[in-house]
């Protein structure tokens, strides 16, 4: 079965989280969304995907090709 790559997983939340930081004070503040400013966000995604996959292999990938099929 499929699965939906680490490396995208990691994006798609890194993604998110920036989206998040724009409006943390309630207020829209535009957040520049590049690597200089997200890389280690996005490296701590795939370091925590990472270890999900090397803790519960099987689970790991249910949760992966779910996303993938459901995207």
Same mark, same amino acid.
């Given at each position: @079965? $499929? @699965?939906?790559?680490?490396? !995208? &997983?990691? +994006?798609?939340?890194? *993604? %998110?989280? *920036? *989206?998040? !930081? @724009?409006?943390?004070? #309630?207020?829209?503040?535009?957040?520049? +969304?590049?690597? %200089?400013?997200?890389?280690?966000?996005? %490296? @701590?995604? $795939?370091? &925590? &995907?990472? #270890?999900? $996959?090397? #803790? %519960?292999?099987?689970?790991?990938?249910? !949760?992966?090709?779910? &996303?993938?099929?459901?995207?």
């Amino acid at each position: @079965e $499929k @699965e939906i790559p680490i490396s !995208m &997983l990691a +994006f798609i939340r890194t *993604a %998110n989280h *920036a *989206a998040i !930081m @724009e409006w943390h004070t #309630g207020t829209h503040t535009h957040v520049s +969304f590049s690597a %200089n400013t997200f890389l280690d966000m996005y %490296n @701590e995604h $795939k370091l &925590l &995907l990472s #270890g999900i $996959k090397a #803790g %519960n292999a099987c689970g790991f990938h249910l !949760m992966m090709h779910r &996303l993938y099929r459901d995207a």
